[in-house]
């Protein structure tokens, strides 16, 4: 009997994570150096936190208010 389970993805690869923006990865490292972005760091290789991302695109994702009728 082999049963699959789903592992949830906590740490995306600079490709994946770009790919999941919609940015390129020069933006992406840019980004990171700037310190819109953290990184974890996992010996030589470098991962972003799935939750992170999700919580600053929350941040910053506007809002528009519609105006009510006076």
């Excluded at 490292?29 to 919580?55: H, N």
Aim: glycine share 4%.
């Amino acid at each position: 009997m082999n049963e699959t389970s789903t592992i949830p993805v906590l740490l995306l690869t600079p490709r994946e994570t770009a790919r999941a923006l919609g940015i390129s990865q020069r933006t992406l490292a840019s980004r990171t150096a700037e310190g819109v972005f953290s990184i974890v760091k996992i010996g030589r290789c470098t991962r972003y936190d799935a939750e992170m991302l999700r919580q600053w695109i929350q941040e910053h994702t506007e809002r528009k208010s519609v105006k009510s009728p006076e």
